[in-house]
């Protein structure tokens, strides 16, 4: 089992694509010293954790087929300038996730070079190597897509070489075989590396259920025992978040071994319901979802997302709709676990497949400014000046999705119900309409009540008599709503968090 870390979790993290970021420069590529210039800004927002998409030198734009993982993409930096950032971050109380990329290499690592010259290498069993009478045996030599990968034909030629080897996500990213003690050794030098020479909080672990290939795959789980132990003896507090990209019954025995998963099934469903104006039963799935994981692990920890680098924007899943931007935002964050905002959903970003295109410049300010802090490694098709507020511009504006964001993030941490992490305290309260979505945050110190109008009409809220007095107002989009609720309307795509009024000669019973 994994050690108990229930100390400090933090509570809202941010995933940030290197190279879109920030650019300190002027060379176009975001970059570590980039991220140094903006973790005022990051503390201000709120952020308390970074997930940092990969670091490592890498021939790519994204970094996720690494070469060297030891080091730094020089784009992005030096060493140095790495232990700066977790430095200067953690003067500020945030932590540093590491995307270690562990499924896969390069092809241009020295390990796969010298696998693919010989079958004799000494690194050949880093990697999966098949002939064809072997893969037509097995009946692997073709597989059924799914939403982490679009390959149909996973073994690649090696030229002159009878055998095969094995990439799940391309041709270029071949995929490491666990088998190997001798790269497991590896493996145990790598986090002790990153986790104890260099002092990073903890990793997202890209492809979690895939380390071991389908047809072995029963023994991805068993693999996280091992990783999970190593991680335990050199710095047992890390924080281990898994990307399990499945439906929560194949996610939930990660538990047994992780600290966190990321939760794409609420991802979709959250989607869903933006899209088609109507619940669909989220808090009783999430409930279902939460008992899954609890038999696994009693700490687990609810990574929760609108979406991530891998998926279309949740700006252009909403057709830009700033209401229900602010909207997504406010169900996220008002639900149990450990939300992770993807760098730039606080300005409204937009963005769909291919890949590149939900992975454009963060809007600092208006790019032809001198010394433009803008990347410009991409010419961006969906978040530009026509489409998306900078920051400059979104900074001061009271009803900005960026101050959106920075306030209910703010209310997030400042109150216990919404904050609490382990054993989710989620409720449903029924308000009979299916576009009207409704939960009880129950907590000792105060709980509340939140309700979302999903729908583009003004709404009438009957609440339950068992909540009838919850109407002191904490926060709420529709302006018709401040201090106390007084009618019992919620206007289109709106939010509001209640809590108990107290009757005066009773002030200790709030939490009911």
């Known amino acids: 089992m994994i050690a108990d870390k229930s100390k400090f979790i933090p509570r809202v993290c941010y995933e940030i694509f290197v190279r879109s970021f920030c650019d300190s420069n002027q060379d176009g590529i975001g970059d570590l010293n980039g991220i140094i210039s903006k973790l005022d800004y990051l503390e201000d927002l709120g952020v308390e954790a970074i997930w940092l998409t990969p670091v490592n030198p890498s021939p790519s734009y994204h970094k996720?087929?690494?070469?060297?993982?030891?080091?730094?993409?020089?784009?992005?930096?030096?060493?140095?300038?790495?232990?700066?950032?977790?430095?200067?971050?953690?003067?500020?109380?945030?932590?540093?996730?590491?995307?270690?990329?562990?499924?896969?290499?390069?092809t241009l690592h020295p390990w796969f070079t010298d696998a693919r010259k010989s079958q004799?290498?000494?690194?050949?069993?880093?990697?999966?190597?098949?002939?064809?009478?072997?893969?037509?045996?097995?009946?692997?030599?073709?597989?059924?897509?799914?939403?982490?990968?679009?390959?149909?034909?996973?073994?690649?030629?090696?030229?002159?070489?009878?055998?095969?080897?094995?990439g799940l996500f391309y041709k270029g990213m071949p995929d490491l075989n666990y088998h190997s003690e001798e790269l497991r050794a590896e493996l145990g030098k790598i986090i002790r590396f990153w986790l104890v020479d260099i002092g990073v909080d903890g990793f997202r672990l890209d492809a979690a259920r895939h380390i071991y290939p389908?047809?072995?795959?029963?023994?991805?789980?068993?693999?996280?025992?091992?990783?999970?132990?190593?991680?335990?003896?050199?710095?047992?507090?890390?924080?281990?978040?898994?990307?399990?990209?499945?439906?929560?019954?194949?996610?939930?025995?990660?538990?047994?071994?992780?600290?966190?998963?990321?939760?794409?099934?609420?991802?979709?469903?959250?989607?869903?319901?933006?899209?088609?104006?109507?619940?669909?039963?989220?808090?009783?799935?999430?409930?279902?979802?939460?008992?899954?994981?609890?038999?696994?692990?009693?700490?687990?920890?609810?990574?929760?997302?609108?979406?991530?680098?891998?998926?279309?924007r949740i700006g252009s899943v909403v057709g830009n709709q700033i209401a229900k931007k602010k909207l997504a935002a406010t169900i996220l964050l008002t639900l149990p676990g450990q939300p992770y905002i993807?760098?730039?959903?606080?300005?409204?970003?937009?963005?769909?497949?291919?890949?590149?295109?939900?992975?454009?410049?963060?809007?600092?300010n208006i790019p032809e400014t001198e010394n433009s802090e803008n990347t410009a490694w991409i010419e961006a098709q969906f978040s530009t000046l026509e489409t998306v507020s900078p920051l400059s511009s979104q900074f001061n504006d009271p009803e900005s999705v960026f101050n959106h964001y920075k306030n209910l993030i703010r209310l997030r941490k400042e109150e216990p119900a919404l904050s609490q992490i382990f054993a989710p305290n989620l409720h449903r309260v029924c308000l009979s309409d299916d576009q009207l979505l409704a939960y009880f945050r129950p907590h000792v110190d105060r709980s509340v009540v939140i309700i979302h109008n999903l729908s583009g009409n003004t709404k009438t809220i009957y609440l339950p008599e068992d909540k009838s007095n919850f109407r002191k107002v904490l926060f709420s989009t529709d302006p018709a709503h401040s201090d106390v609720m007084t009618n019992a309307e919620l206007a289109p795509y709106s939010s509001i968090i209640l809590s108990l009024v107290l009757p005066l000669s009773d002030p200790g019973s709030e939490n009911q």
Do not use: C
Not at 83 to 100: M, P, Q, S, T, V
Not at 130 to 140: R, S, T, V, Y
Not at 251 to 264: G, I, M, N
């Open 64 to 106: 996720y087929d690494v070469t060297d993982y030891f080091n730094i993409e020089p784009e992005y930096g030096t060493l140095e300038d790495f232990k700066n950032l977790l430095a200067r971050a953690h003067e500020r109380n945030i932590e540093i996730y590491l995307d270690l990329i562990i499924n896969h290499t390069s």
């Open 214 to 312: 389908e047809w072995e795959k029963e023994q991805s789980i068993e693999f996280w025992d091992f990783f999970s132990k190593v991680v335990q003896e050199v710095k047992p507090d890390a924080f281990t978040v898994a990307e399990v990209w499945a439906e929560t019954e194949e996610v939930a025995p990660y538990f047994k071994y992780l600290d966190a998963t990321f939760h794409f099934d609420l991802s979709f469903a959250l989607q869903r319901i933006l899209i088609h104006e109507r619940d669909e039963d989220i808090v009783e799935k999430l409930q279902s979802s939460y008992a899954l994981f609890e038999k696994y692990n009693p700490l687990f920890v609810d990574a929760i997302m609108l979406t991530n680098h891998d998926q279309d």
């Open 120 to 166: 004799s290498s000494n690194f050949r069993n880093f990697y999966w190597w098949m002939n064809e009478a072997q893969i037509d045996k097995l009946g692997i030599s073709k597989r059924e897509t799914s939403d982490d990968s679009q390959v149909v034909y996973p073994w690649h030629d090696n030229s002159d070489d009878p055998e095969k080897y094995y």
């Open 342 to 364: 993807y760098y730039g959903e606080e300005l409204g970003m937009l963005g769909t497949k291919p890949d590149p295109y939900i992975r454009e410049p963060f809007l600092w």
